[in-house]
């Protein structure tokens, strides 16, 4: 069960119903999961959205490798939420269900493309180590270039945030479907 309960439209400040309207103008109306325990915070909802849409709305990392890269977090840290709204924009950026499903079940995917086999084995060696090795940046830098890989990176925090976020307050998912096991 969720420990905060989403405010009221009627009870939201000037600046909430603001910040409320911006994201979820960007969601079909909808401000869910992190934005909204984050809203109670209307500087720091505003803050996070304009930041998650540096990612999300104009990254340069193709959105293939930005959805494989949320996944593997929300899987690191079984964000329930996070996986829900990731999993659907994953399969329709063109990551496979094999690839998807793999993750989801811990298990290492088999990738067709090498791409993805670099983001999949940076993320989580980062996830599991907290740190990068020689080697392992060196592929990554080899294949993404240094700007993208900088963005990578950054993006992975951004949700690592948004993944500690949903578990701390439990947020729910629609239906009370829990995707990963």
Do not use: C
């Not at 720091?44 to 959805?67: H, I, M, S, V, Y």
């Not at 060696?125 to 907290?130: G, K, M, W, Y």
């Amino acid at each position: 069960m969720a420990r905060v309960i989403d405010v009221a439209i009627e009870e939201m400040t000037a600046e909430q119903r603001r910040v409320y309207q911006e994201i979820g103008g960007a969601r079909g109306g909808v401000v869910r999961g992190p934005f909204a325990i984050w809203l109670r915070n209307p500087q720091l909802a505003d803050q996070a959205n304009q930041f998650g849409n540096a990612f999300r709305l104009n990254g340069k990392l193709d959105k293939r490798l930005f959805e494989l890269m949320v996944l593997v977090v929300a899987r690191h840290w079984s964000a329930q939420y996070e996986w829900f709204v990731h999993e659907k924009n994953g399969l329709e950026s063109g990551l496979t269900q094999a690839v998807v499903d793999a993750i989801r079940t811990r298990s290492i995917p088999e990738f067709a493309r090498e791409d993805e086999h670099v983001v999949y084995d940076t993320i989580t060696e980062l996830n599991e180590t907290r740190t990068l090795s020689q080697p392992a940046y060196d592929r990554a830098l080899a294949a993404l270039g240094l700007d993208l890989l900088i963005e990578l990176i950054a993006a992975a925090g951004f949700y690592t945030m948004v993944a500690m976020t949903l578990n701390a307050f439990d947020a729910p998912v629609p239906g009370g479907h829990r995707p990963l096991p």
